[in-house]
């Protein structure tokens, strides 16, 4: 940390999940360092379960029902950082990202399929709820020095797009994510579990219209003990 940093103290409302609603997040920020200083953890513990699909090969599912794990992914690229990932109540769409995949990596995936899983989120950092999107605001300006003092550049979301025009390498929100996350919860002393976020995705679905065609949110399981079940879904 340079000598003679000036302080900035960012004030922040994060919404408590019990009765009272209060100010949770209390950042002092001095150079890459942000501090937060939180009451109980326990009151922001979901205890909310979800239904999600994880679109792959057909061996994949057959492995994960056979008791294999998942295999994490951790590219560099991904929208919600490291995890396994799982559309939110979407199985037609996680099946149509694995024949997606096909075509681009027919080495990988040659029977499109997906497996069906009951996911607790626990601890999740919910960027559906505008407390997380705050605190990675708050947070990107310490992002920003940390790279800087690494002489790394900076990620950009850029690179390969769609049809419809969406980026669809997310080095940046990938990056800021997984630094953020290990941050918080260093200074919070749990973890996040899952990651959880929306995305307006695609064509749009009719001529004029703002609903795209493959909108969907997507959950991003940090901690594998969050998978409390998987199951075959239905053709």
């Known amino acids: 940390m340079p000598a003679g940093a000036t302080k900035v103290v960012l004030m922040r409302s994060v919404v408590r999940f019990q009765n009272d609603f209060a100010n949770l997040l209390d950042a002092t920020k001095r150079g890459a360092e942000f501090l937060y200083e939180l009451p109980s953890m326990s009151s922001l513990d979901y205890q909310r379960t979800v239904f999600g699909y994880h679109g792959c090969d057909q061996s994949v599912l ?7 794990e998942f295999r994490p992914s951790d590219n560099d690229y991904d929208w919600l950082g490291r995890g ?12 149509q990202w694995a024949r997606e995949e096909q075509e681009r990596k027919p080495d990988k995936v040659t029977n499109p399929s997906s497996v069906g899983a009951v996911i607790h ?11 997380y999107t705050s605190c990675l605001k708050d ?50 002393g749990y973890s996040f579990q899952t990651v959880r976020g929306v995305f ?16 969907h949110i997507q959950v991003s399981v ?14």
């Open 62 to 68: 057959e492995r994960v029902l056979s008791g294999n």
């Open 84 to 95: 396994i990932y799982f559309w939110e109540y979407g199985p037609a769409r996680a099946v």
């Open 121 to 131: 989120l626990g601890q999740c950092f919910d960027l559906l709820d505008v407390r």
């Open 139 to 188: 947070a990107f300006p310490s992002f920003v020095y940390a790279q800087g003092e690494s002489d790394e550049p900076m990620p950009t979301n850029a690179g390969a797009r769609n049809r419809a025009g969406d980026l669809l390498l997310r080095r940046l929100d990938c990056a800021v994510l997984n630094w953020a996350i290990v941050a918080l919860e260093k200074e919070l």
């Open 200 to 215: 307006v995705e695609g064509d749009a679905a009719f001529p004029g219209s703002c609903i795209m065609e493959k909108s």
């Open 222 to 235: 940090r901690d594998a003990r969050s998978i409390v079940g998987v199951f075959r879904p239905r053709a």
